[in-house]
C-alpha cells in the first residue's frame, strides 16, 4: 500500500474520465440542426446505446452529484415520462430507421419513482421506436427504498436484465450525515423481489470518503453487502464539490476524510472485494469472473462511458431527457439541464439538444490514449500513436506530473509502453492527466484525485 502516493497526488483536481473531453468543455456551438445530421449518419449495420435520465428523486441524499430534483407529486413525472416516449420518437425519426439497440440503462434520480404501469409503458415506446436487440441488457437503477413489489414485477415483465442498487454506506452515523437513512434489510428485501422477478444481475453501488466515514465502516458495510452476493460492486470516492452542487453544503466539511483515509478506505474496500472472490476492475469496480464485465477486462474490451466502466462497445449513446449526454462518431451532444427546458423543446417537436462538443483528430488520439489507460492500466504509446499518425513524443502534455509520477514509483514507461504499478491503481485518473489537453482550462470543477 502507498499512503505516501496518495498524500502526494490526492488533492489535485482531476475529472473522471468518462469522457473526452469532459462536460465542462461542451458548448452552444452545437446545435439541434448538428444533432440531427449526426443521427442521420449513423450506420444502421452497428448496433448503439441508450441512456435515459429520470431528474427525480422523493428525498434529497446530500451527496449527489447528479442532476436531480425532490418532489412528491406524481403530476411531473408523468409529464416527464411523456416528453421521454416523444423525445424517443423525434430521435428515431432524425435517424430515419429503427436503429439496433444493444444496450439501455435508465439513470438517474430515481428511475424506479415511475409508476409500474408508466415505466411498461415507457419501454414500450423503446421498442416501437427502436429495434432492441434480443440479447440487449437493459439496466436501471435502484433506490431500494422504495422498490415495491409490482414495479419489480413491472421492470421483470419490460425485459429489464439488470439492476444497480445505491447502497453507499449502511452506517447509520454516515448515513444521517447524508441524509439517507436506508436499512440493510430493506435493501435485501428490494434484491429478493428482483431476483424473483428474474432479474439475476445485481450490482451495489458503494461510497467512500463520505463525512464521518472510517474504514471499519466501510469494510462493515461491505460485509452485509457480500450476503446478498452481487454480481458487481463499484466503489466510487464521494466527490465534494459544494460550489456546484449547493445541497452538499448541508454536509459539514470538518468530518471529510483526508486524502489518506479516502486512500486507506478505497483499498481496503478492493482487498475485501478480491478477497472474496470479486476480480478488479479499472479503477473501482469490481466483477464475479464470470460477469461481461470482468471478461471484457480479461479479453481487452472493457470500455468506459459516463456510467463508468462498461463492456458495452456500442458505436453510439444516445441520450434521451433532460441533461441526458449523447455520443456519437461527430462527437458529444447534451440536452438542456432544468426539465422545464427540455420539456419546451420537446412539446415543440424539436430535439432537446443544448450543447456539446465537436471532436478533432487529437482529441480522438487523447481520449483513446486516456480510455486505455483507465480501462487496462497500461498502452503501448508507440503503437497508438502510429495508428492515429501521430509523433509519440507529442502524446504527453503535463511532463512535470508524468516525471514526478514515474521518479515516485507509480508508473513504469520502457521502450514505449507507459504502466500504472500495480500498487498505484488508485492514481490512474493523475495519469490519464498527464496526455489531457484540455485540463488546465476547467480544473477547479473535478473531483480529488483520491
Known amino acids: 500500500m502507498r499512503p505516501d502516493l496518495a498524500q502526494s497526488y490526492g488533492q ?16 452552444a456551438s452545437v446545435r439541434e440542426l448538428d444533432y440531427q445530421a449526426w443521427l442521420k449518419s449513423l450506420d444502421g449495420q452497428q448496433s448503439a446505446s441508450i441512456y435515459l435520465h429520470v431528474p427525480f ?27 421521454l416516449r416523444t423525445e424517443a420518437y423525434l430521435v428515431a425519426e432524425a435517424i430515419g430507421q429503427r436503429q439496433a439497440i444493444s444496450h439501455v440503462h435508465f439513470g438517474g434520480g430515481t428511475p424506479t419513482i415511475l409508476t409500474p404501469e408508466a415505466f411498461a409503458d415507457l419501454v414500450g415506446s423503446l421498442r416501437y421506436s427502436f429495434a432492441i436487440l434480443p440479447n440487449a441488457e437493459i ?13 419489480a414485477e413491472a421492470l421483470g415483465y419490460s425485459g429489464v436484465n ?22 440493510f434489510e430493506q435493501t435485501a428485501v428490494s434484491v429478493e423481489r428482483l431476483r424473483h422477478a428474474g432479474i439475476c444481475r445485481i450490482n451495489f453501488d458503494l461510497l ?19 450476503e446478498l452476493y452481487p454480481d458487481r460492486f463499484s466503489a466510487f470516492g464521494y466527490a465534494h464539490v459544494p460550489t456546484f452542487k449547493k445541497h452538499q453544503r448541508k454536509i459539514d466539511e470538518s468530518t471529510l476524510p483526508d486524502s489518506v483515509e479516502r486512500y486507506l478506505q478505497s483499498e481496503m474496500v478492493a482487498d475485501t472485494l478480491v478477497d472474496a472472490g470479486y476480480v478488479r476492475v ?12 470482468a471478461v471484457a477486462a480479461k479479453q481487452g474490451r472493457l470500455r468506459r462511458n459516463f456510467q463508468g466502466y462498461t463492456d458495452d462497445c456500442a458505436g453510439a449513446l444516445i441520450g434521451l431527457g433532460a441533461s441526458a449526454i449523447g455520443r456519437l462518431q461527430q462527437g458529444f451532444v447534451a440536452n438542456a439541464v432544468s426539465t422545464r427546458d427540455y420539456l419546451a423543446r420537446i412539446t415543440e417537436d424539436r430535439l432537446a439538444t443544448a450543447k456539446g462538443y465537436l471532436l478533432t483528430d487529437d482529441d480522438r488520439y487523447r481520449a483513446e490514449i486516456i480510455e486505455r489507460i483507465m480501462c487496462d492500466m497500461t498502452i503501448d504509446l508507440s503503437e497508438t500513436s502510429r495508428r492515429h499518425g501521430r509523433d509519440p513524443d507529442s502524446a504527453v502534455v503535463d511532463h512535470s506530473r ?17 504502466s500504472v504499478a500495480g500498487g498505484a491503481r488508485f492514481l490512474v485518473r493523475s495519469v490519464a492527466s498527464a496526455f489531457d ?7 477547479a470543477t473535478h473531483s480529488a484525485a483520491v
Not at 57 to 65: A, E, V
Open 57 to 83: 428523486c422523493r428525498s434529497m441524499c446530500w451527496y449527489c452529484g447528479c442532476h436531480t430534483s425532490v418532489t412528491k407529486r406524481d403530476d411531473p413525472i408523468a409529464i416527464y415520462t411523456a416528453g
Open 282 to 293: 479499472g479503477l473501482d469496480h469490481f466483477a464475479l469472473p464470470h460477469d461481461n464485465l
Open 162 to 183: 439488470r439492476a444497480s442498487l445505491g447502497v453507499q454506506s449502511f452506517d447509520p452515523v454516515v448515513q444521517q450525515a447524508i441524509n439517507r437513512p436506508q436499512s
Open 437 to 443: 489537453a484540455h485540463l488546465a482550462r476547467c480544473g
Open 139 to 151: 439496466a436501471v437503477e435502484i433506490d431500494p427504498r422504495m422498490l415495491s413489489n409490482p414495479m
Open 402 to 418: 508524468l516525471e514526478s509520477l514515474i521518479a515516485d514509483g507509480a508508473v513504469v514507461f520502457d521502450n514505449g509502453r507507459l
Open 208 to 226: 467512500y470518503g463520505l463525512p464521518g466515514q472510517t474504514v471499519d465502516s466501510c469494510l462493515d458495510t461491505v460485509g452485509k453487502c457480500l
Open 12 to 27: 489535485h483536481r482531476l475529472p473522471r474520465y468518462t469522457s473526452y473531453p469532459s462536460a465542462p468543455h461542451f458548448s
